[in-house]
């Protein structure tokens, strides 16, 4: 059974085009996140949901915009995208703050191409 | 400057031999300090973690943290070519902050 999945694994758009990254965990775990990695395998966080409520929003454009409608998903809606979203998003998961706090757990993540 | 800097290599060895990767890092207040591994298409793992200063051993594995000097580094001894990846520190305040990665060091072991 896969912990934290993503879908579409794949994305190749047009700039300008609004898309939608999503992600499911079935470890019960209470915070979510997504991340941000470049070209560089530069790792960034830029969201993170506790029990559908947004913790921490890094400085990204708002055009990315993050949904969680139920503690085991967390979407990613990004609009008019431009050829700098160009990368690989990882969506991860943990349960924090009890427990083990230093395990998070990532999906496959999703490459994005903007052309 | 970088809260967390790491050499990204790429680095490469052959099999059997002892890799040292390392990380350096900028704020006193970092209190975790974890290694992940991510291989080629994969997202990335946790490999060990470590809370304040000291060394720990997982198999071929150590884990070591110098707060004094602000540097954490990874061991690996007996290197297989199955350790071909790339391996990112990442250092956190406290539950519940947020992990804050280096680049990653992508590293090779050549049979």
């Known amino acids: 059974d896969t912990a934290v999945s993503q879908t579409p694994k794949y994305l190749v758009t047009q700039m300008g085009n609004d898309k939608s990254i999503k992600c499911e965990q079935n470890l019960g775990h209470d915070t979510m996140y997504w991340y941000k990695q470049d070209s560089k395998k530069f790792l960034k966080i830029m969201f993170s949901y506790n029990n559908k409520e947004l913790i921490i929003n890094e400085t990204v454009p708002n055009r990315f915009s993050p949904k969680s409608p139920d503690k085991a998903h967390l979407n990613l809606h990004i609009n008019s995208l431009e050829l700098g979203d160009s990368a690989v998003y990882f969506c991860?998961?943990?349960?924090?703050?009890?427990?083990?706090?230093?395990?998070?757990?990532f999906g496959p993540g999703t490459r994005l191409l903007v052309l | 400057q970088k809260e967390v800097e790491q050499d990204p290599g790429p680095l490469s060895v052959p099999e059997g031999a002892i890799v040292s990767l390392n990380c350096t890092y900028s704020?006193?207040?970092?209190?975790?300090f974890m290694w992940y591994r991510q291989y080629s298409r994969k997202g990335p793992e946790l490999l060990m973690y470590?809370?304040?200063?000291g060394n720990k051993e997982d198999g071929r594995f150590t884990a070591q943290v110098d707060k004094s000097s602000k540097y954490i580094s990874l061991f690996i001894r007996d290197s297989q070519p199955s350790d071909s990846a790339t391996y990112l520190c990442a250092v956190k305040k406290t539950s519940g902050s947020r992990l804050t990665f280096g680049e990653g060091t992508q590293l090779t072991v050549n049979p």
């Open positions: 991860a998961s943990s349960q924090e703050p009890a427990g083990d706090p230093e395990t998070q757990y």
């Open positions: 704020n006193s207040a970092f209190q975790y």
């Open positions: 470590t809370y304040s200063s």
